[in-house]
């Protein structure tokens, strides 16, 4: 099982749609892929047409007492993925798991999906917009973290502050991390883009951006409209094969 956390501290830079799509595109290639929805927003959840507040999220398997087994929660979809859905009952488990004194607060979800190590290849958890204890939970799951950057102005003080992020928690855990990938997405392919793309190169260590960026394209707006995947909704359209490259840049890593 290989568990990729998407994760960048800003909000509308593609994490949900990454995780969904790539996800999608990994089914594609014969894997078994679990996504999990760590955000309140319930975006993946919607976006893979899963939600449903009456049955158990991801909340009651962090917060739980006893802490719900994954696998109860986990929900097949019809496309192909299977999720382990959030519902609004995650708003506020940030606090709840910190006032929780009893149970470990940084390892729940990886005490949650160990089990499940010889039933996924691939399990992608699609992060909040935070550094909260939430995110901390997915990042000690990791073996790849994937963040996904919109080309503008900020991009390259959100992302460090991710690698900073990493690198703490290597010094008080025993991360399974291997690498951390930066992944450009709405790629307009102006030239001011490509200057950022360069600055953000050239601060990194060769190798940990993907050589493959995601074009920007309206199929992915009117994707997440029809909560349906983009690579069901437009399967030929540039950002799906944009996706379907990642997945094979993924596979061979
Ligand atoms: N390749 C793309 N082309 C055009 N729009 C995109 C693309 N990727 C993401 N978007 C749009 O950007 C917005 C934010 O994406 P989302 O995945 O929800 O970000 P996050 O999860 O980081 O908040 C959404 O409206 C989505 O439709
Ligand atoms: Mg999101």
Redesign the pocket.
């Known amino acids: 099982m290989h568990v990729i956390a998407v994760s960048?501290l800003?909000?509308?830079?593609?994490?949900?749609?990454?995780s969904v799509n790539l996800a999608l595109a990994l089914y594609e290639r014969g894997k078994r892929v679990l996504v999990v929805d760590l955000?309140s927003q319930c975006?993946a959840t919607q976006y893979l047409d899963s939600y449903d507040s009456s049955k158990p999220g991801v909340a009651e398997v962090l917060l739980g007492k006893p802490p719900l087994p994954a696998e109860k929660a986990i929900r097949t979809t019809s496309f192909g993925v299977d999720i382990l859905p959030a519902t609004f009952a995650l708003i506020g488990a940030t606090s709840a798991i910190q006032q929780d004194t009893l149970r470990s607060r940084d390892l729940r979800l990886w005490h949650s999906l160990t089990p499940l190590a010889d039933v996924y290849d691939y399990v992608l958890l699609?992060c909040p917009?935070d550094l909260d204890v939430i995110t901390i939970n997915a990042l000690l799951c990791a073996h790849t973290v994937l963040v996904?950057i919109k080309v503008d102005r900020f991009a390259l003080e959100a992302m460090t502050r991710v690698f900073e992020a990493v690198e703490s928690l290597k010094q008080s855990f025993d991360t399974h991390i291997i690498s951390v990938r930066v992944l450009f997405?709405?790629d307009e392919r102006v030239s001011a883009n490509q200057q950022v793309k360069e600055m953000v190169e050239s601060a990194l260590p060769h190798g940990r951006c993907f050589s493959t960026t995601?074009?920007?394209?309206?199929k992915?707006?009117e994707s997440?409209l029809q909560n349906s995947p983009l690579l069901i909704y437009a399967p030929r359209c540039v950002?799906s094969d944009d996706y379907r490259s990642i997945a094979e840049e993924l596979m061979q890593a």
């Open positions: 960048n800003k909000g509308g830079v593609g994490k949900t749609v990454t955000d975006n699609d917009a996904p997405t709405v995601i074009r920007k394209s309206v992915v707006v997440t950002a």
